[in-house]
């Protein structure tokens, strides 16, 4: 991505982040549907999961899984130091490191699950391919990752983020697009939610759960060949979903 871009995301996050942490303390301004979306996610993970917190900001929504499952072991990046630095303050005992989304500190096939919750609002669409293959670089085989973001095309300015005279735009993402990008990536897509605006919302608002396949061969997806027909992305191409499931000894 442009390096000028990500440097004036930066600078307007570290500048905001104190207020947005007051601002924005919880998930009060989600849609209940919008956080069934990441109930999803933790039900199709399980407990005890390592879960990246991609675009951690401040924090709020470590604050919102651990609530959900105390189990789930919790990690976050952000590009920010300054919205880590109020991260680190409320969650002393996860591990938050400063980081893009499109360099990642962590190993291949270190994660089980991924959310970027409106934090892929800040990349082009046209840069969100490496972004995309970084995320499925750090998944296991069969790892999920869930993106939420404002959903349409083009770009627009926030009128003093957070009440701070900074610079900040953010790009609306296509969600046919976005999924089409996945596919490209690598990931098989999932679920996808896209939902009109709500009252005091200016946009529709975007949720994709998307899976890293199991190398292919191990089993076939008869319902992912559906689901990407019907949203008219990529080549449905067979993808493998689960492990082939081992029968157990004595079990019919
Ligand atoms: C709208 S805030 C969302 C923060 C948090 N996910 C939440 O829901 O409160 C967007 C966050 O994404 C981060 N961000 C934007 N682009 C990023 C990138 N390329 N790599 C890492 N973080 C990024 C910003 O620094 C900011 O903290």
Redesign the pocket.
Known sequence: ?DDDL?AG??T???AV?ES?ARM?PD?RYEAALDLAMVEHLLVRLGPGAQLL?????????LTHLTALDPTLRLSG????PG??AVARRAHPSIDLAV????ALPHPDGELDGV?????????PPSALAP?LGELHRVLRPGGLLLL?YQAGTGHRVIDRPYGHDVELG?FLHHTPYVCDALLRAGFTVDTVLDRGAREQERHPQGFVLARRPYPAGRTGSAGQHALHHRLGVGAAHPVAEHPTPRRRRGGR
């Open positions: 991505m990500l995301t930066r307007a996050y570290d982040a947005y924005l998930t917190d991609a675009g951690c900001g401040t924090g709020r929504m990046v952000d590009l920010s919205m880590v980081a893009d989304l499109a959310m970027a919750w409106y934090s892929i609002i800040h990349t972004l939420g953010a």
